[in-house]
DNA sequence: GATTGTGAATAGATTCACAGCT
DNA sequence: AGCTGTGAATCTATTCACAATC
């Protein structure tokens, strides 16, 4: 049985890994796989099976001693848990290369995320449409922000305009930012920044090259 | 005066940070700033002074007592601690939505990589050029990742063809790969491998919604 | 017999506090 | 006087080892 009671203090870290765990659970679930364990996951998903369990300590008993845990019911606990059973409203600001891509990357809409519009301040694309997605000028995100119910904001813009963007998105009541632009943006503290930036994923591996 | 020593045990998470050091001089030398500090840096960017600090002393003295860093000498520094003072050649596997993004991401060729090759296994797409990268057919890969030296790999494949396309990268002599595909990747213990998985950043940014 | 869940132990990362330069 | 570089202290994360459960 599930308990999803939601501890005060959990690291971003530990909330990847839920994330991981919960592909893992689909896969299994493709494959038809009706039960595992730690161990069996680990084994088979390159994991650490304590790691797994202590994990899920932190939210309630999800498995059965001596048996392992329900696929289905694990999967379900950890999406409650990482809250994509229900769809989060999101917009998008920005619709040049990366924003485009964002915009038709089937992923969101199918595990627990929508783009219900985009925004850009360039003449030429506000009025299109990408993937069925409005483009909107940037004028008009508080309005439309609000009008949708977005929770979460994706900025693609040139770094110059980051923060303005995040700004606004701020101001009109967003929670998340998802950020691919190479600055530290300032959002408040009630505000949860996510900074995605390519190229430091690749200095990370041009370092570790010999 | 920068040592330049190599260490061994370098955790990512530093190297992470070095790269944002890097951004935030680059943006120091842009405003016309000759010198800094680990303290003047930690106000603007929101950074920890001593993390700064400590960083910079797993690899040499960076800064003079008493007084702070050059910001030209502590970039060039880091820029060859990173290994981006040179340009390294890539080669992108999958040329659809977020491939086609990443090729035209001018932000690479700027930044000590370039890519060299794209490959698709889509006839429509192989032979044209995005952005002047000619798109070569998948079977081509071993051949071409050869002839232009290419040291790291960007998969943007489906999450069922990554596993094989890591495969041919690997038997071709790649040595890091950067995966965007929803998949946990089985490489050897030599090549290094980085996931970029944007479903995995929306659900942490889901989870702490309250 | 097998596996979960967990306190104790270990390893790793960050922060503190100050000696050592300029 | 002010800032770097660093050992010591603290905090965080992971792993170990085993009691509890099926």
Redesign the pocket.
Known sequence: MPATSLPEDI?P??VNRLSVYLRCLRRLQELGETR?????LARRFHL????I??D??QFG?????????EVAELKEGLETLLGVHRTHPAVLVGAGNIGTALARFPGFSSGGFRIFAIFDNDLDKVGRRIRDIEVFHSRDLGRVVAEVGAEIGILAVPAAAAQENCDALVAAGIQAVLNFAPVQLEAGPAVRVKNVDLLIFLEELAFFLK
């Not at 595992?36 to 069996?40: E, F, G, L």
């Not at 650490?48 to 790691?51: D, E």
């Not at 008993?61 to 392992?68: L, M, N, P, S, Y």
Request: hydrophobic share 30%.
């Open positions: 690291s870290l530990t595992t364990s730690s161990k069996a650490s099976a304590t790691q369990r202590k899920l300590a008993e999800f498995g059965i001693r001596g048996v392992g845990y």
